[in-house]
């Protein structure tokens, strides 16, 4: 039953895939970049923000 769910649910996802991709026509590839690009600017500025943190403990007052 578990198997059945499962196939269950990947159909589902290709299902709005596809109606996704008819939906965007031809400006799917100009959605996805923009997707991926904001998430990649979000993931770079978090590894900043990381970097910096990780950084002042270290300084002991230095600038």
Same mark, same amino acid.
Request: glycine letters at 12%; aromatic letters at 12%; proline letters at 3%.
């Given at each position: 039953? =578990?198997?059945?769910?499962?196939?269950? =649910?990947?159909?589902? @996802?290709?299902? %709005? #895939? /596809?109606? %996704? $991709?008819?939906? $965007? +026509? !031809?400006? =799917? &590839?100009?959605?996805?970049?923009?997707?991926? +690009? *904001? *998430?990649? /600017? @979000?993931?770079?500025? #978090?590894? +900043? #923000?990381? %970097?910096? !943190? *990780?950084?002042? &403990?270290?300084?002991? +007052?230095? @600038?």
């Amino acid at each position: 039953m =578990g198997k059945f769910f499962k196939l269950a =649910g990947l159909a589902v @996802v290709i299902a %709005l #895939a /596809i109606a %996704l $991709a008819v939906v $965007a +026509g !031809d400006y =799917g &590839p100009w959605y996805f970049a923009w997707l991926v +690009g *904001t *998430t990649m /600017i @979000v993931l770079i500025a #978090a590894a +900043g #923000a990381v %970097l910096f !943190d *990780t950084q002042e &403990p270290n300084s002991n +007052g230095k @600038v």
